[in-house]
Every structure is written in C-alpha cells, then in structure tokens.
C-alpha cells in the first residue's frame, strides 16, 4: 500500500512512498510509473526486455532520458543509431522520434525517465 508521508503547515503531502508490489510489471515485465498523483513532475519505464524486444520508433512532446543499467541497448534518435551499455546515460530532445531494442544476448534493464507528470506518446510505427 502506498505510503503517504507527513503534511506541512499548508496542508500540503511531503513525501509519498509507493511499494514495489504495487508497481506491478507487465506482462513485458516492464513497470510504469506517472508521477501525476504524486506531484513528482516526472514519469518513468522500468524496462526489463529480452532479446529483441523495444519499443518500435515514437516520440512525446517533452525530453526522454534512458539510463542503462544492464546489458545492451541499441537506440534509434532520428536518423542516428547507437548503443549503449550499463552506466550510460541518453538524452533525447521532445518531439524527436526514437525507439530502441535489446540486441542480446542477456535481458536488457533500463529506466526511461519522461520530464513530465503523465506519459503522452504518439507511435509511429506499428
């Protein structure tokens, strides 16, 4: 259950705690977070995909960052291709049209951090 922390003078919630059973993953084992309820300003994908898997080619109106924290990545920026490995940070600016896959062979971890409270995502491919 999440935890809502302490209020200020005004009325206000300073902190909120949400459990990780209640991030439930997908059946893509990917968990989804929009910071809306929680007047964080930011969302996120946590993204656990196999070899193969990745969101096809899409875009939001606000950057997107990525942030690797196991395997391999390999991602689509407009008309640029690259790969990046645990550590690496991507930045991708809104609007810009982006995707990426886990070219193997090990699962693929990452955070997808969307500057914004809700996701919006236009897919452009299928």
């Not at 898997?53 to 991602?75: D, K």
């Not at 690259?82 to 070219?103: C, I, K, Q, S, W």
Request: hydrophobic content about 30%; charged content about 25%.
């Amino acid at each position: 259950m999440s935890h809502t922390g302490e209020t200020t003078a005004n009325n206000e919630t300073a902190y909120h705690v949400i459990r990780a059973d209640e991030l439930r993953p997908t059946s893509g084992r990917t968990v989804k977070f929009e910071g809306e309820p929680y007047r964080a300003g930011i969302s996120f994908f946590h993204v656990n995909a196999g070899p193969g898997e990745g969101p096809g080619l899409h875009r939001h109106p606000y950057p997107e960052t990525w942030i690797v924290r196991s395997g391999r990545a390999r991602f689509r920026a407009g008309n640029a291709e690259v790969e990046a490995t645990p550590g690496d940070v991507l930045v991708v600016e809104a609007g810009t049209p982006h995707g990426f896959r886990n070219p193997g062979p090990e699962r693929l971890e990452l955070v997808c951090i969307h500057a914004a409270e809700r996701m919006v995502q236009e897919n452009l491919e299928t």
